[in-house]
């Protein structure tokens, strides 16, 4: 049945684009070899979705353990390593090849360029992850175990005592960095040299603005990423002391130095989030963004500002009273241009005629509970209080507010929203909302008491704890394992739009407005081979 | 399309990249730059004072002196004096004991830090056992000077100051200097 389909797709391929030369290559060589950018944003996509559901089974198993006080299932030393690993592997593994994905699909269609900028660059950078990941997961097979010192690698946790695996860590964090430069680097010239005439940089669509800046937070930060696994290489083999204090060095240097890549980091992880929920809420409130250049303006100064509060990670290290306050007001200050964002969301959807399709239901749920994430990061900001908070639950409930109904809800309706227009049929909407509602309820059944405990002073990354935190424990090890299975109808429903025929329209959306959406369903191979018209 | 050429983008982005690279370890020297200049952390010079100040003043603190053994340093590590109240301006001398407790060789490097780090650059050391490394036999015990003295300019606020000093065991990298030692 599906090679009919796809002959039937194809077919219709040729009459739509007359000169449509070549389509996909056959075979496996396909997909080594491609530089289409459609291709290589698919295989970002399930790699990502490969990763998210590996990462997500480690979250199962340190959910499994903490289910009840005392050690039930792993050895200590594997539950850090666990740890570890699923932080690892959420951040470089999920999240950012979700996003890049994302980007490699739509940025040319939106801006209407033929593809990427720079294809065969493109395919590199896309090939090196599964290496960089199968490297970091073989670590766990190694004498000693793998990385085990949290997802920070902390000095001198990460050198004068790390397994000896830590090697082949570093290895991989080159790998991903790597990509993740060669990927932004495609994306800035792609944006900043393909638009066709008219498309001016004020009328980008603000998924493809908020990429553009995040592109440049890449580059800016992860050669600084790449210096830092690099000290740790020379501490560990060739002598030096960069974060040795025996030798002249400095542990709390490497903070220093981890959390300049580290912050700007979460919001590389945070600004496409923001472009998809800001192309999503005007489709579905049936009306134009509320202050599309305010947008503009307080992604860039959220930029700027990701710069330089990077210490208030490290306000119990021992910083002076002076720098406290500087990091504690400078952080609070990223509140102001998220407000603006929030409050420009919800002035979209004031008196929008709005419907609940599941791509709107994860933007709505996203800026509420992105919005949560926020408040508890101006709680951790306050400085006097995070001496009370740090390295606590409460931390661990704060950045995966941000980042669970965050990062991957708004990835999430990104994919909903687009998949009629890569597949060329519909999803199942009733299973559409019954995931976004099982995620829903089992996010905050998961997150929300992690907050309570962490108040109460529950440390984070420990396989046991003390009896008085068992009740909230259990409940969000329920509330994991609901989120985690739930998962499985998105993935069930992905492979039957891509399966099972139900014609979309070009449009897709009743209130849909852009260029990638004045190209047929399916998106044909090669789109905007000839310049679009802007108006 | 006649696509605009990458080239020039394409190499402004890689310097950057570079740039950004040597950016990372740049921070290492302005890292103690910075420390230096500010008194922040409480890092502490490891060259004598070039000059005493030959201000002085009436106005007394008290100094506090603290031994810590790095991780498992199997030595014993203490100071002569728990404190010692100074006139600001004037050399005072001390001096803190080991005794290398294992049946092996050893080098020691001590490192300082001072508490306020506000403190720290007002806290001149003449001499110091922490600018060299510290080599014991197995069993043997020193007693180890330090001549250090408080400048005058050191704001009001600051009554007591900590120094303390902690022991790392180096003997491993000084493996080369004991051979030709020996
Ligand atoms: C209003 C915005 C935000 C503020 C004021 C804020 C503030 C903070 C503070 C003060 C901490 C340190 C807490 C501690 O370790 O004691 C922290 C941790 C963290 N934040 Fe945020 N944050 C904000 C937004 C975000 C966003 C958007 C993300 C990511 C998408 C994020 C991800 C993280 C992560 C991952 C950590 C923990 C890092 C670790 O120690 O493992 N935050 N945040
Ligand atoms: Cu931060």
Known sequence: MSTGTEQLVESELDTQEAHAHHGPAKGISRWFLTTNHKDIGSMYLWFSLVMFMTGGCMALLIRAELFQPGLQFLEPAFFNQMTTMHGLIMVFGAVMPAFVGLANWMIPMMIGAPDMALPRLNNWSFWILPFAFSIMLMTLFMEGGGPNFGWTFYAPLSTTFAPPSVTYFIFAVHMMGISSIMGAINVIVTILNMRPPGMIMMKLPLFVWTWLITAFLLILVMPVLAGVVTMMLMDIHFGTSFFNAAGGGDPVLFQHIFWFFGHPEVYIMILPAFGIVSEIIPTFARKKLFGYSSMVYATSSIAFLSFIVWAHHMFTVGIPLMGELFFMFATMLIAVPTGVKVFNWVATMFRGSMTFETPMLFAIAFVVLFSIGGFSGLMLAIAPADFQYHDTYFVVAHFHYVLVPGSIFSIMAGVYYWLPKWTGNYYDEKMGRLHFWLSFVGINITFFPMHFVGLAGMPRRVPDYALQFADFNAVSSVGAFLFGFSQLLFIYNVVCCIRKRNQATDRVWEGAHGLEWSVPSPAPYHTFTKPPKVD | ?182
Not at chain 2, 99 to 108: G, H, I, P, R, S
Not at chain 2, 157 to 182: E, G, M, P
């Open chain 2, 1 to 182: 399309m006649a696509p605009k050429s990458h080239k020039k983008l394409l190499t402004q982005l890689l310097l950057g990249t570079a740039a950004m690279f040597g950016f990372g370890f740049a921070l290492v020297p302005l890292y103690d730059v910075f420390c230096d200049i500010t008194g922040i952390n409480g890092k502490v010079d490891l060259t004598p004072a070039k000059y005493s100040s030959t201000e002085t003043s009436n106005r007394e603190v008290k100094i506090q002196f603290i031994a810590v053994n790095n991780e498992s340093m199997p030595w014993s590590f203490k100071p002569t004096q728990a404190s010692l109240r100074v006139k600001l301006g004037k050399t005072y001398q001390t001096a803190y004991w080991a005794k290398n407790l294992t049946a092996n060789y050893m080098v020691a490097q001590a490192v300082p830090s001072v508490a306020p780090s506000e403190a720290a650059q007002y806290l001149q050391k003449v001499d110091c056992f922490c600018f060299n490394r510290q080599p014991l036999n197995a069993g043997e015990q020193r007693e180890m000077g330090l001549a250090f003295n408080v400048l005058a300019g050191m704001p009001e606020h600051i009554k007591t100051i900590t120094l303390s000093y902690t022991l790392f065991d180096i003997t491993a990298t000084s493996a080369k200097d004991v051979a030709s030692n020996n």
